[in-house]
C-alpha cells in the first residue's frame, strides 16, 4: 500500500539553527500537508500546499517556517532560527483531493537543544 | 476558532467490550469528518471516515454522525488489548481540526 515517507525520523539540532524536514507524498496525491505535535498536546495544522503553493496556513506558520516542493517528488519543512519550542514531532500528510481522508508519515522527531 | 472537543479519558473497558467514543465539534458548516488512531510515540493512522449523517461501518469500527447535534461517534465492537490507544477525533473545516485524543485501555 502506498505510504508517506519522511526523513529523518529523528533530528537533533542547536539553538539558531536551520532546520530541513524531509516528506515525500504518495505518488498520486495532489494536496500536501504539515503538522506538528508538541509532547502531550494535540496535533496541530500548520500548512497545506497545493498546485506548487500554500494554500492555507496557521498562526504557528509564521516567517521561520517556509515549504518547498523542489523536484515532482518531494515536499520540504524548513524552520529558520530553530527555537526551544520548535520541539516537537512534525508529521507530513497528503491526500487526493482537499477534504478526503489524510494519510500522515512516521514523523520527524525534532529536538532543539 | 473552531473546536474539536473529546474527553481525554482514559477510557477503560475489558476485552470483548464495547468501546465508545465521542467527539463534538463547533463549526456547524463541517462536512468531512474523520478518526484516527494513534499508538504513543507513532504517527495517526486513519481508522475511519464519515461525511453522512448515520452510521458507516468497517469491520469491528462504526463511526456515527449527527449533524444536527454536532457530534460524531466511534464504535469498537469486541474490543482487544490492541485496540488499546489514542484516538483523534478530526474535522475538515478547510484544515484538519483535530481533537485532544481519548486514550483508550482495553484490558484483557
Known amino acids: 500500500e502506498p505510504e508517506v515517507t519522511q526523513t529523518p525520523s529523528h533530528q537533533v539540532t542547536q539553538m539558531g539553527q536551520e532546520v530541513i524536514l524531509r516528506c515525500v507524498p504518495i505518488?498520486?496525491?495532489?494536496?500536501f500537508y504539515w503538522y506538528r505535535q508538541i509532547l502531550g498536546q494535540k496535533v496541530e495544522f500548520l500548512v497545506s500546499f497545493y498546485n506548487n503553493e500554500i494554500s492555507e496556513k496557521s498562526e504557528i506558520f509564521d516567517d521561520q517556517f517556509s515549504v518547498e516542493r523542489p523536484d515532482g517528488s518531494n515536499f520540504t519543512l524548513k524552520i529558520r532560527s530553530t527555537k526551544l519550542e520548535d520541539s516537537a514531532m512534525y508529521f507530513c500528510?497528503?491526500?487526493?483531493?482537499?477534504?478526503?481522508?489524510?494519510?500522515f508519515g512516521d514523523g520527524t522527531r525534532l529536538s532543539i537543544l | 476558532q473552531k473546536e474539536v472537543e473529546q474527553n481525554s479519558g482514559p477510557l477503560s473497558v475489558p476485552e470483548g467490550a464495547i468501546a465508545s467514543l465521542n467527539c463534538t465539534y463547533s463549526?456547524?458548516?463541517?462536512?468531512?469528518f474523520f478518526w484516527y488512531r494513534q499508538y504513543s510515540g507513532k504517527s495517526p493512522e486513519l481508522i475511519m471516515f464519515i461525511y453522512s449523517n448515520g452510521d458507516k461501518e468497517d469491520g469491528r469500527f462504526t463511526a456515527q454522525l449527527n449533524k444536527a447535534s454536532q457530534y460524531v461517534s466511534l464504535l469498537i465492537r469486541d474490543s482487544q488489548p490492541s485496540d488499546s490507544a489514542t484516538y483523534l477525533c478530526a474535522v475538515w473545516g478547510g484544515k484538519l481540526i483535530f481533537g485532544q485524543g481519548t486514550e483508550l485501555s482495553v484490558k484483557p
Open positions: 463549526d456547524r458548516g463541517s462536512q468531512s
Open positions: 505518488s498520486n496525491h495532489l494536496y
Open positions: 500528510a497528503s491526500s487526493g483531493e482537499q477534504d478526503q481522508p489524510q494519510h
